[in-house]
């Protein structure tokens, strides 16, 4: 599976912003997506998971602002990210596995998307 991300951009503390990840190649349905974020200098970290069923699971940084959804007949998953704050300014990247890999160590993997919050 092949993934795209977008969607990223510049913001201000407190706006929301929707990224999204599109997948090329077969039985998207199948796999768990989710996101991971970098800033500079820092390890990469999950963000937000979603399996093929609709469960969802976040780090606690984030829970409450933002959102995983997916849309399997447009091979396309989702974050909604709201009350934005500079913490949040990272590359996100998104990837796929199966589950029980989604939330530690995905097989597959997108190009990032740079979003940075102004204070």
């Known amino acids: 599976v092949q993934l795209q991300a977008s969607g990223g951009g510049s913001v201000q503390a407190g706006d929301s912003l929707r990224i999204s990840c599109t997948a090329s190649?077969?039985?998207?349905?199948?796999?768990?997506t989710g996101w991971f974020r970098q800033a500079p200098g820092k390890l990469r970290e999950f963000v937000a998971a979603i399996n093929s069923k609709g469960t969802t699971a976040y780090v606690d940084s984030v829970k409450g602002r933002f959102t995983i959804s997916r849309d399997n007949a447009k091979n396309t998953v989702y974050l909604q990210m709201n009350s934005l704050t500079p913490d949040d300014t990272a590359a996100y990247y998104c990837?796929?596995?199966?589950?029980?890999?989604?939330?530690?160590?995905?097989?597959?993997w997108g190009q990032g998307t740079q979003l940075t919050v102004s204070s």
């Open positions: 190649g077969h039985y998207f349905s199948n796999y768990a």
């Open positions: 990837a796929a596995d199966q589950a029980s890999r989604i939330t530690t160590m995905p097989r597959y």
